[in-house]
């Protein structure tokens, strides 16, 4: 099992960014498919839940209207699309795949919202 992420780099406040998760899973479309984010010197926080159909999803409150998770089950890809960045957005972002007790992570991109 790998997850591999992309899209990472710096981008200037209120701009835009689509980061990408490449998923080698077998029944990828059964997994919950999330993004979580860590910055430096903080815990962790999930970022976006797309659920195993993509039929619903869920967001963290400062994400809401800036942030919108997809997810394509015949390419076995998630993304995320980021949009008016602020440099509290600046962190580690993580793919997380989650199916009953089966879960995986990926090594993460980096994000720096930054002019």
């Known amino acids: 099992v790998q997850l591999v992420e992309s899209g990472g780099g710096l981008v200037q406040p209120g701009g835009s960014r689509r980061l990408s998760c490449a998923a080698s899973?077998?029944?990828?479309?059964?997994?919950?498919m999330n993004w979580y984010r860590q910055a430096l010197g903080k815990e962790r926080e999930l970022v976006a839940t797309i659920t195993s159909g993509g039929g619903s999803t869920d967001y963290a409150d400062s994400m809401k209207g800036r942030f919108t998770i997809s997810r394509d089950n015949y390419k076995n890809m998630v993304y995320l699309q980021m949009n008016n960045l602020k440099p509290e957005d600046t962190a580690v972002y993580y793919c997380?795949?989650?199916?009953?007790?089966?879960?995986?992570w990926g090594q993460g991109t980096q994000v720096t919202v930054s002019s």
């Open positions: 997380n795949a989650r199916w009953g007790r089966d879960v995986y």
């Open positions: 899973i077998f029944l990828f479309s059964r997994y919950e």
